[in-house]
T-cell receptor
């Protein structure tokens, strides 16, 4: 069983569209994250979320919004897609938000291409 | 603001050699440091996690060390194999937000 899964694996869309990426974890973790890996392969945190608090990286445009229907899911909604949004988006989870031992487990990534 | 630097950016060595990958970070107030492996077109696989109070962790042929006060970590790979070819990422956990990553070391092990 896949610990952290994402759908779709690939997403090709037109500029201006609205799209969503889904993430599910079956590890029973309390905290989930979204990361963006740009064309230069640099990974950067976008959101950190548990059922109590959402922490947003200040560089993330408000066109991006995480939605969590339950503890096991954290979906990423993107409005009015722009060319610069093309990247690989990774979902991750960990048991705690702040902890010395917590390992983050990553999904396989969603490759988004905006045309 | 935390910054993580990895040196070298790329490394190519013959099979069987021992090698060291370096990671440095600017803010020593961290909870832990993780080393990941990323294969082309794939997600990240966690290799080792070192808590801030620990000095090193070992898993098979991998050994990671941490010197928090100087803001440095190394990943030692013994007896390298072609299957070790990948990008190795260092990341630190500093607070309630996510990990801060370095840009990675692209490693090629020549058969």
């Amino acid at each position: 069983d896949t610990a952290v899964s994402q759908t779709p694996k690939y997403l090709v869309t037109q500029m201006g569209n609205d799209k969503s990426i889904k993430c599910e974890q079956n590890l029973g973790h309390d905290t989930m994250y979204w990361y963006k890996q740009d064309s230069k392969k640099f990974l950067k945190i976008m959101f950190s979320y548990n059922n109590k608090e959402l922490i947003i990286n200040e560089t993330v445009p408000n066109r991006f919004s995480p939605k969590s229907p339950d503890k096991a899911h954290l979906n990423l909604h993107i409005n009015s897609l722009e060319l610069g949004d093309s990247a690989v988006y990774f979902c991750a989870s960990s048991q705690d938000r702040v902890g010395w031992e917590e390992t983050q487990y990553f999904g396989p990534g969603t490759r988004l291409l905006v045309l | 603001k935390q910054e993580v630097t990895q040196i070298p950016a790329a490394l190519s060595v013959p099979e069987g050699e021992n090698l060291v990958l370096n990671c440095s970070f600017t803010d020593s107030a961290i909870y832990n440091l993780q080393w990941f492996r990323q294969d082309p077109g794939k997600g990240l696989t966690s290799l080792l996690l070192i808590q801030s109070s620990q000095r090193e962790q070992t898993s098979g042929r991998l050994n990671a060390s941490l010197d928090k006060s100087s803001g440095r970590s190394t990943l030692y790979i013994a007896a390298s194999q072609p299957g070790d070819s990948a990008t190795y990422l260092c990341a630190v956990k500093g607070g309630a937000d996510g990990l801060t990553f370095g840009k990675g070391t692209h490693l090629i092990i020549q058969p």
